[in-house]
């Protein structure tokens, strides 16, 4: 399994932004998809997953600090998740990575197996 992560960027207070997170050697609809973030100095923290297709294919959870600004889903057609980020704060500036588990949507980063390489957000008042 690979990720690769990308479509990070600069953005202004306010602002939007969608990297995405292409899946290859595996079918991404049978994964649970995440999304974590790590700020300089600060650990590795949950941002958003999705559950795997089927089942609750539309159960997601999130951070309480990104609920209703943030949106992850999934184009199985093109194997990639996305994570819509919306009203963008200067703490959201981080290193963005997102990872793939099988069975259930978990807020744990240890739970994950798979890793991309990051992609980096940086947010400006």
Do not use: H
């Not at 703490?91 to 991309?116: F, H, K, M, P």
Request: glycine share 12%; proline share 3%.
């Amino acid at each position: 399994v690979q990720l690769q992560a990308s479509g990070g960027g600069l953005a202004q207070v306010g602002g939007s932004l969608r990297p995405s997170c292409a899946a290859s050697g595996v079918t991404a609809s049978g994964l649970v998809m995440g999304w974590f973030r790590q700020a300089p100095g600060k650990e590795r923290e949950f941002v958003a997953a999705i559950q795997r297709s089927g089942g609750s294919p539309n159960y997601a959870d999130y951070a309480d600090s990104v609920k209703g600004r943030f949106t992850i889903s999934r184009d199985n057609a093109k194997n990639t998740v996305y994570l819509q980020m919306n009203s963008l704060k200067p703490e959201d500036t981080a290193l963005y990575y997102c990872a793939a588990r099988y069975s259930i949507v978990s807020v744990l980063s240890v739970a994950y197996s798979y890793w991309g390489q990051g992609t980096q957000v940086t947010v400006s008042s």
